[in-house]
């Protein structure tokens, strides 16, 4: 063993700086920050538009610059070390972690891990699309980090797949710098995306965005020349043939989805939940591994980064609780999602005192929605709202000491 | 001048040229891409078939089972994973398990050994998971898996460390036949003057024959497509499974790769054209049933990709082999769809043997190195050997690849052996740096600027795999200013 550390971080994107601020705070005298980069600060370092923090700070930050905040913080507290350029390999259960940067192999002994990976895309081998397989197809972020990182341009006439973020916001993006986005293709009747970039990214630019369409197939021999794109089936998603047509275009943006980067987390054990593709947790954001603890992208998608920073800072905090032997094993109830209810995190409790907060999605949109969560017969929370998307994480507040079984998270139309 | 000029760098090419390397001669390989295995040999089913379904007393079955045995020896010397994991047919009917004997037959007197009829349960014992409904099955313990564009890069690059000049974007257009010599005229008016060709061109092989006065075959594409499924999800399958073959061709399989990985492969579509190798939705759906005929619990909804290779169909049935009649300078390795792969090795010895007897001079020299080295890759070290590399080279401490855990070292090593162009392709296949979940999501910028550096080819003209392939198209707004 080169070492031994309180809390060991595995990234240092927003979640993993967050995590290890509070975990300092909350007492842990050495965390220790590991992160494959040759610079903190995660995805958000290539997110140079605005629209961070607003929940947060209260005020209107790109992304390097909410990141800099935090990076700044770490830089001026003498417990935490962040070591760049390191990888980690492996992560045992008994919290044994393996990485590996230009000084060699390390492996840490650490009282504590947090797990903060982030998620990487989903490709077009995830989806299938038909056709040829020439340059020119990029997953959004890769060209994100082309554009606003290399300052290279990846095409000059754009169309892109899927309305998640990161698409709207490069499609507006690519506008910016000279190229024509043709369109946003959208599988499903509604956006991934935030509804605020709807508006300024496509609206604001004139781009249009189709529902219901898909790209069935993608041409060109060596580099992108087109992609046939066709309306999609309501009910079964199948595209109708009969709609196809044939868009010219040199590049393909897909911003299909995000996948948490969970390879490390299986090889803790740690139960996974098959919905958020990350690690089942509790409120602490404790996995089933013990001592292991997961906050951010890792643990399921958020479209807000003050989101990710108040989950990282209870991570955090419980991870320097774990290590300095204040966090004590408890029996667990289960979250469990009911009705039009995709996922709920967390997806355990611990029975007690004070409150929790559910975070959770819908897999269809509600206009207008009822949420009920309840307890056996119990009722804990019944509110309506005007809408609920799956583009939009919701969040909801529950008594813990009105829990003393497993609780559901349901929502219906009305 | 040269004594003799390898057109086409395919497996069978570059398997010819190392053999050639053996010998005192001056030999070039014409290449039209930008690097080896850009045809056939980088999209196929990598399965070293045993032999059994070639008909007996034709060229292929000769040099299927003659490279078959082959393979431990080039695969150890050239440092290329060879797996010998054996082969099934399943059969899912009383008619299918007569195709199945005839297979066998087929396989016995072409020399095949170890062949084996297995009942059902002797069948679902050898590879668990396989359909209940099958009602039996041919075994074949030789049935290997390999990596093919490994094996293609391995044999060019042993042949060049042996003397073999390698030239790429080199499409041989005009061939002119001389008294005592050929010569081979590129697109570009390149001109190499040789005593013989050996015609490897693939699916273009026909062409090159045309130009050469020997119009005795033609040559049509069949398209086969794959589905390559997660790694996580490929556990499911051991061995090669193949179902009873149809007309045309051995049908849909289920194997594992070396890498780990499993595929569902290939359709088969009759004259695609030679270069088509798009793939189709209703080529992947035809994919997914089959696949699960053979084995239900394939996770057919888990693909990292999808690809398609043209098997290049000779019109006599046959690989055309040896001496042209029409043109005493032109050897032919012509018309080698599949079993083509397995059966490199020897149509390489074959060929060395036909161009003796059409007259070249073959004195062995001394200095032969038959090893072509390639350093572990840091994915499969122990922590000792990730320990002692990086302490001797700090670049396998920055991985570049993520999700295939590929490092610097071994990106900046794949550029710099590379003997045509490095391409975004080329490293992928050379180290698995984008072949991950994430295909090249996270990476891709990273190769490029690596290329960039070890290479010496600026971003804006890197490409994906040659030709019009540019990954970027220029700079930004803000980096023009
Ligand atoms: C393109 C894009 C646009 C967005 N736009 C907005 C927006 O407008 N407003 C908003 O509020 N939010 C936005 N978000 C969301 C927000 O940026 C993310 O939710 C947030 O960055 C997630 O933080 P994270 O720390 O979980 O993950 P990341 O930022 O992805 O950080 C994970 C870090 O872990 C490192 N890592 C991974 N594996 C290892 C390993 N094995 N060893 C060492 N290090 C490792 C990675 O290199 C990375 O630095 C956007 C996100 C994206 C991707
Ligand atoms: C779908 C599929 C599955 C297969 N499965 C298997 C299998 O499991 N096992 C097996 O043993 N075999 C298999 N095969 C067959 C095997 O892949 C081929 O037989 C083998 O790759 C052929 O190698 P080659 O060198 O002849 O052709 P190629 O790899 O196609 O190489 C020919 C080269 O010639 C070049 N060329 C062409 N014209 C010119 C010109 N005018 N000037 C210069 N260069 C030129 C091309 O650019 C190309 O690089 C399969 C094939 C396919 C398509």
Known sequence: ?414 | MYDVVVIGAGVVGCAIARQLSKYKIRVAVLEAKVDVAMGASRANSAIVHAGYDCKPGTNMARVNVAGNAMYDEWCRDLCVPLKRVGSLVAAFSEEEMEQVKKLRDYGEKNGVPGLAILTREEALDKQPGLSPEVVGALWAPTGAITCPYEMTIACAENAHDNGVEFYFDFLAEKITTLRDAVEVESDKNVLFRSRYVVNAAGVHADEISRLMGDDSFTISGRKGEYILLDREASGFVQRVVFQAPGPLGKGVLVSPTVDGNAFIGPTAVDDSGKEDTSVTQAGVDALKRAGVRSMPQVPANRPITAFAGIRAIPSTGDFILGQSKANPRLIQAAGICSPGLSSAPAIAVETVESLRRAGLNLVERGDFNPVRKKEKPFRAMTQEERAAAVEKDPRYGRVICRCETVTEAEIAAAIERTLGKATLDGVKRRTRAGMGRCQGGFCAPRVMELIEKYGGIPMEKITKNGGASKMIVGRTRQEEK
């Open chain 1, 1 to 414: 063993m080169d070492r031994k550390v309180d809390v060991a971080v595995i990234g240092g994107g927003p979640a993993g700086l967050a995590a290890a601020l509070k975990a300092h705070e909350a007492g842990a005298r050495q965390v220790l920050v590991m992160e494959r980069d040759s610079y903190p600060g995660g995805i958000l370092q290539q997110c140079i538009h605005n629209g961070f923090g607003l929940h947060y700070f209260g005020e209107e930050l790109t992304g390097p610059e909410y990141a800099q905040r935090f990076v700044d913080q770490v830089e001026h507290t003498d417990g935490i070390e962040v070591m760049l350029d390191t990888m980690v390999l492996s992560v045992s259960p008994d919290r044994v972690v393996t990485a590996v940067g230009k000084a060699g192999l390390i492996t840490v002994q650490a009282g504590a891990v947090v797990l903060a990976m982030g998620c990487r895309e989903r490709t077009r081998g995830a989806l299938g699309i038909a056709g040829t397989r020439p340059a020119g197809v990029y997953t959004a972020g890769c060209a994100q980090r082309l554009v606003n990182m290399e300052g290279m341009m990846p095409g000059r006439r754009v169309v892109v797949l899927g309305s998640g973020d990161i698409g709207l916001i490069m499609a507006r993006r690519m506008v910016w710098e000279g190229a024509k986005v043709e369109m946003v293709c959208e599988l499903m009747p509604y956006s991934s995306g935030l509804n605020r970039n709807i508006v300024q990214c496509l609206e604001d630019n004139g781009i249009p965005l189709y529902f219901n369409t898909t790209v069935v197939e993608i041409h060109g021999q060596e580099r992108v020349e087109g992609v046939t794109v066709a309306e999609v089936d309501p009910a079964t998603r199948a595209p109708k043939m009969e709609t196809a047509r044939f868009v010219p275009c040199d590049t393909l943006l897909l911003s299909v989805g995000l996948i948490p980067e969970n390879e490390l987390t299986k090889g803790t054990g740690a139960d996974m939940d098959p919905v958020t593709s990350g690690a089942v947790v509790d409120a602490a954001r404790q996995t089933t591994a013990e001592g292991i603890f997961a906050c951010g992208n890792v643990l399921h998608v958020h479209d807000l980064v003050d989101n990710v920073s108040r989950e990282a800072a209870i991570a955090g905090e419980n991870a320097a609780k774990y290590a300095l032997g204040k966090l004590n094993k408890a029996e667990t109830v289960r979250v469990m999602a009911q009705g039009g209810v995709r996922y709920v995190v967390p997806q355990r409790l611990v029975k007690g005192e004070g409150k929790a907060e559910l975070y959770f999605r819908v897999g269809a949109a509600f206009k207008p929605a009822r949420l009920t969560i309840s307890c056996a017969e119990r009722v804990l929370v019944s509110k309506k709202k005007l809408v609920m998307t799956p583009g939009e994480m919701e969040k909801a507040e529950i008594d813990l000491s009105q829990v003393d079984g497993d609780v559901t998270v349901r929502v219906e139309e009305g």
